[in-house]
């Protein structure tokens, strides 16, 4: 169990999550009152996925945590393992959404994870990343946007020649020499590994960094489920020319799962906070990110910072693949639940049902204690 509640990057304890709402003590079963599937078809699950993934000895997924690269004296492990991953493990809303196969980073001791750990330093470190490729079973590498860094720290291996085979291990030194937000992923079979869940997000802090009030990191996804299907043994075939996007995630998780404070990624505010959110795309098409009742402003887009009369007030930023953008805001709405969601909306599915994937919330604290939230809760299959 996570010892924060919501999006990671939260400081929002799970005490008070529970002294927020009252304890929802009233849930009941989860997902016991959420809207059913009715003729809608389960996007990457079904039957056949179920009997094959229930007989499977892989692990689930976790969700991905924050890990303080400075606190561990600059260096970090990084391992990729199989796993299966639970979108959205309920038969409610389009569900259960699930990928049988997908290849999770995990950092040092932790549990494996998609989107892989967040890792965060400081501007003017050093950081020595090791890649632990001992228990593989394919060749990987990492590759860091952003950053500058030896040509051998590319890890490109077409252009460097180094890659780690199974059975090996490789150190990358990566300086935190470019302030912001960036995406690391497999730069190995590239089309294959990142489609599979090989990618995280790397924060370097600049020096004198003043967090906001609130702080959250959101990844979002769209994926081929016919590719982490084929690797689970299900008889399809994948072609990375003529991909089919059909499941659409918020830090690897589908709505309603989104909103699961725990397992997924609610925006926790009180009224008056300054929130931060920075978004990393780590998906092979365009979407245009809008969050209900608030303005907010593009403050930092793939490590440079936007110029303040450069910024204006907007509700929605189209963040294409592998871009960044860090948005800030106020939260001086009514307290009340507002949208974060896609506004692609046939990307706001999981299959026929309208709502679900790239879609979470804004949720204020103050109404943590109401029906309606303890309803998205049941939602979400949250048992308080």
């Not at 990057?9 to 709402?21: D, P, Q």
Request: aromatic share 8%; proline share 8%.
């Amino acid at each position: 169990m996570r010892n924060y509640v919501g999006a990671p990057g939260s400081t929002v304890s799970r005490r008070e999550f529970l002294a927020a709402t009252g304890s929802v003590g009233a849930l009941g079963l989860a997902g016991c009152a959420a809207p059913t599937n009715g003729d809608s078809a389960a996007v990457g699950a079904d039957e056949t996925t179920v009997a094959q993934t229930s007989e499977s000895a892989l692990p689930y997924t976790s969700p991905p945590e924050v890990v303080q690269v400075d606190e561990q004296g600059g260096q970090v492990t990084l391992k990729s393992a199989p796993a299966r991953h639970a979108a959205h493990p309920l038969e409610t809303m389009g569900g259960p959404v699930e990928l049988p196969q997908v290849w999770a980073f995990s950092a040092d001791d932790g549990n494996p994870s998609v989107p892989g750990p967040i890792l965060r330093t400081t501007e003017g470190n050093d950081m020595e990343v090791t890649l632990d490729n001992t228990d593989g079973m394919r060749p990987h590498t990492v590759h860091f946007h952003g950053v500058r860094k030896a040509w051998k720290d590319d890890g490109v291996p077409t252009t460097t020649g180094i890659r780690v085979d199974p059975g090996e291990k490789h150190t990358y030194t990566i300086p935190a020499n470019v302030p912001g937000t960036h995406l690391y992923h497999c730069h190995y079979q590239t089309h294959r590994h990142i489609e599979m869940g090989m990618y995280g997000i790397l924060r370097v802090d600049p020096e004198g960094y003043e967090p906001a009030d609130r702080e959250y990191f959101m990844t979002v996804r769209d994926w081929d489920s016919r590719l982490p299907r084929q690797m689970a043994g299900e008889n399809v075939t994948y072609d990375p020319r003529n991909r089919k996007p059909d499941v659409f995630t918020v830090n690897g998780k589908s709505a309603p799962r989104t909103l699961h404070p725990e397992d997924g990624s609610p925006i926790i505010v009180e009224q008056g906070d300054t929130v931060r959110i920075h978004y990393v795309n780590a998906g092979y098409m365009s979407h245009p990110m809008h969050i209900h009742n608030h303005r907010f402003q593009l403050v930092e887009k793939d490590g440079g910072v936007i110029p303040e009369a450069a910024r204006y007030d907007m509700d929605v930023t189209n963040i294409a693949p592998a871009e960044r953008h860090t948005v800030e805001f106020t939260a001086d709405a009514q307290p009340g639940i507002y949208l974060m969601h896609c506004h692609k909306v046939n990307h706001v599915m999981n299959g026929n049902f309208y709502p679900g994937g790239m879609l979470s919330g804004v949720v204020y604290k103050e109404v943590m204690d109401t029906d309606i939230f303890a309803k998205l809760m049941e939602y979400a299959g949250y048992e308080g």
